[in-house]
């Protein structure tokens, strides 16, 4: 594929991400987007469709990183910037592969369980968050740095408080507590700066490309 194709894998994968999303959370009977987090849409007999849309989206994810790293060879962000992204896109597969467990009343009348695959599950989703993080994080160094630093920091504090919120929820201290809300918050705000990420390098791709029937090389010295 080429480098234009692959940078706009990373266009594809977020919007595709949270379409899916939204969309699942607002049609599936018993789940609250406010409460439940994504990863629970994986779970019943439509899981596999929420399971899908982590599998494509991480595949699409570290295609983009592939794109990225031919697109940027030198200077900030060069080496990690890719690297982070293939972080996320393999967190985002593992994800998939490893569902959740029930928890929160979802599926309804489910009781909470713990599971390998579960446990698994809960070392890849926060693998997901702190790679978006440090991608924000590592690119700003290159481009639109006070976005970039504010996007990687509400991502970890928007994560953290939805972690908070999903604990005291257990306890039964806040119940309903708006845990969904701020994961995807955390997450989308992460995935719309992969977008804009893309944006630039599309830019810069194409800013790079002779014009047509103008050589390589050929411009002013």
């Known amino acids: 594929m080429s480098s234009r194709g692959l940078l706009w894998a990373g266009v ?5 991400f949270a379409t899916v999303a939204l969309a699942e959370g607002a049609a599936r009977p018993g789940y609250d987007p406010m409460r439940n987090w994504i990863s629970e849409l994986a779970l019943t007999g439509r899981g596999w469709i929420q399971i899908a849309n982590f599998l494509v989206t991480g595949v699409l ?35 998939g592969v490893f569902v959740t467990d029930p928890g929160l009343n979802y599926p309804p009348g489910a009781a909470a369980t713990a599971s390998w695959h579960g ?10 968050f702190l790679a978006l993080a440090l991608t924000a994080f590592t690119y700003a160094r290159r481009f639109a740095r006070p976005y970039g630093i504010a996007a990687g920091v509400a991502v970890i504090v928007l994560f953290l408080g939805a972690g908070t919120l999903v ?13 969904g809300l701020l994961q995807r918050l955390s997450l989308f705000t992460g995935l719309a700066w992969l977008v804009g990420l893309a944006h630039h390098a599309l830019t810069a791709e194409r800013a790079a490309r002779p014009a047509p029937g103008v050589p390589a090389g050929s411009g002013p010295r």
């Open 61 to 95: 994810l570290i295609a983009f990183a592939v794109g990225l790293h031919r697109r940027i060879r030198s200077g900030p962000a060069a080496v990690w910037g890719p690297r982070w992204v293939t972080v996320a896109g393999v967190a985002l597969v593992a994800a």
């Open 119 to 128: 446990a698994l599950h809960d070392v890849a989703g926060p693998a997901v």
């Open 12 to 16: 594809a994968g977020p919007l595709l």
């Open 167 to 179: 604990g005291l929820d257990y306890a039964g201290l806040w119940t309903p507590a708006p845990a």
